[in-house]
C-alpha cells in the first residue's frame, strides 16, 4: 500500500509540474491543425554587395550576423540552412523569437535581407516546432520523458485497480483500433 501511495504522488506531482508546458502543447498542436500559425512583424533591407552571393552556408551565415549586429539584434536559435530552388537559393535561419531570410536579387551585388519578429503567440509556435534554444530542447526532452512517465503510471495503476482493469482494457482495445482508423483514412 506505501509503495502504491508513493507511486501516486509522483504520478500527480510529476504532472502537476509538467502541466504548464503540456497546455502549450495541446493548445498551439490543436490550432496548428486548424490553420493557426501566429505571425511576425517583418522588416526587409537590400544590402550592397562588393560580390555576388554564393549558395555557401559560412559565407551567408557571417553576412546574415554582420546585418544583425548593425541592428544590434540576436541571432535565431536555430541553425541556419542554405535552400535550393532550381537556380535560386536563400539562407534560412529560424528560432523562437526570429526568423531571417537572406536571398539574392535581380541585381547581383544586392541581396534581400527579412527579419521577421515573432509575436508571443507564433513564439510558443515555434517552441511546439522545436525551433528553440538548446535549453528548451533538453526541457522538452524532460517533457516527453515525464509524459511518458505519467502515461506509464497511470496505466498501470488502472490495471491494478480491480473495478477498472476490465474498462482500461477494453479502452485500450479501443484506442488502438480509432487510432489505426484514423490514420489510415488520413
Request: charged share 20%.
Amino acid at each position: 500500500m506505501k509503495d502504491r501511495r508513493l507511486f501516486m504522488s509522483i504520478h500527480a506531482l510529476l504532472a502537476a509540474f509538467i502541466l504548464p508546458a503540456v497546455v502549450m502543447y495541446i493548445v498551439t498542436g490543436a490550432l496548428y491543425t486548424w490553420g493557426e500559425k501566429g505571425s511576425y512583424n517583418s522588416e526587409g533591407y537590400e544590402i550592397q554587395l562588393t560580390q555576388p552571393l554564393q549558395a555557401d552556408l559560412g559565407s551567408l551565415t557571417a553576412l546574415v550576423k554582420q546585418e544583425l549586429n548593425k541592428r544590434e539584434l540576436r541571432a535565431p536559435e536555430g541553425k541556419p540552412k542554405v535552400k535550393k530552388y532550381g537556380s535560386h537559393f536563400l539562407l534560412e535561419w529560424t528560432g523562437s523569437s526570429k526568423d531571417v531570410i537572406l536571398e539574392p536579387t535581380d541585381n547581383a551585388l544586392v541581396a534581400s535581407i527579412t527579419i521577421k519578429e515573432t509575436t508571443w503567440y507564433r513564439s510558443l509556435v515555434q517552441l511546439h516546432k522545436a525551433k528553440g534554444g538548446t535549453a528548451f530542447k533538453v526541457y522538452a526532452a524532460f517533457l516527453a520523458i515525464a509524459l511518458g512517465l505519467i502515461l506509464v503510471s497511470g496505466y498501470v495503476m488502472a490495471l491494478q485497480t480491480p473495478p477498472l482493469k476490465r474498462a482500461t482494457l477494453v479502452t485500450t482495445v479501443l484506442g488502438i483500433a480509432t487510432f489505426a482508423i484514423f490514420a489510415l483514412i488520413s
